[in-house]
Structure formats: C-alpha cells, structure tokens
C-alpha cells in the first residue's frame, strides 16, 4: 500500500513483521511505527491500512505466534550481526529501504555468507523466529533505525 506522494510503501509481510517484531498486538503501536516512516499518515487518513494493520495482528495472534522458533546465532552470525547493530548505531534515521537493504547486503557480504541469502534466513530466524520475512532494509526503514539496534542488540543478550 502507497503512503503519500513519495511512493513509500508498506506490505502485508512488512506488516506482519512489525507486530511480530514489536511483540505488540496494540494496533496504536504499530501505528507508531508507521507514523515515524510516514508522518501526516493515521487511521483515519488511511482507513484501509488500519483494516490490514489489525488483520496482520490478528493474523499474528492466530497463525504466527504459536510458530515462533527463535534460534541463537552462531558465532559467524554473531559477529554479522553486531557489526549490523554497530553500523546502523553511525547511520542516519532518514534513509530509505533501499539505502538501509544496502548496508544489510553489504554486512552479509563482507561476513562472508554464501549464499547471500542465508544471511537473511539468519536474521528472521534470531530475530522474528521464522525463515523468512520481507525486505529486511524496508523492515528498517519503518520499525526504525535505532529499534532495529535495539531489536539486534535484545536478541545478542538473549543467544
């Protein structure tokens, strides 16, 4: 779904995530989320949207929840992973998808993941506890830069 005049977009997948990563079923926190990447955006405004935000939480509550395996990382996706928190705590908080999907490749890459995509696996799986998820620059960009460290940070303590 389009957000404004500047062609954001936000999926259902990218809405799933937030719920599940924020461990929140209160649409007025995702809402939160949403806000921060395109501010000016509400309920209100964009009544469908809200009708898909508390579809994703209760689709969450009713098929994603009871799945969750979450899984330590091994000592390679450690260091990847603290060197992802490390390098979004220097970035700037107004970066696109695209920019933040960038550096994302880029730590996977100089960590050595072959095939590129079980970075991303590693990712969902130490922090959504799933296999798979959307866009991990575009997760960034609206669950945000320092949440997303944060999230990175939790989930390092935790493994």
């Given amino acids: 779904m389009r957000l404004g005049d500047d062609n954001r977009q936000v999926s259902f997948g990218l809405l799933l995530n937030l719920v599940s990563a924020g461990a929140s079923e209160n649409p007025d926190v995702v809402w939160g989320y949403i ?36 899984r330590a990382p091994s000592d390679k996706e450690r260091a990847a992973l603290a060197d ?9 908080t107004a970066m696109s998808g695209e920019e933040l999907q960038t550096i994302v490749f880029a730590v996977g890459k100089e960590h050595a993941f072959e095939p590129l995509r079980d970075w991303f696996k590693a990712l969902y799986e130490v922090l959504f506890g799933q296999s798979a998820g959307p866009r991990f620059g575009s997760f960034i960009a609206v ?3 320092r949440a997303t460290k944060q999230l990175i940070e939790d989930a390092l303590a935790q493994g």
């Fill in 84 to 92: 992802l928190a490390a390098r979004l705590g220097t970035t700037a």
């Fill in 35 to 70: 806000r921060q990447y395109a501010p000016g955006v509400s309920p209100a405004t964009h009544p469908a949207l809200d009708a898909q935000v508390r579809y994703a939480i209760a689709y969450y509550v009713d098929f994603v929840k009871p799945t969750k395996q979450f």
């Fill in 143 to 145: 669950y945000g830069v």
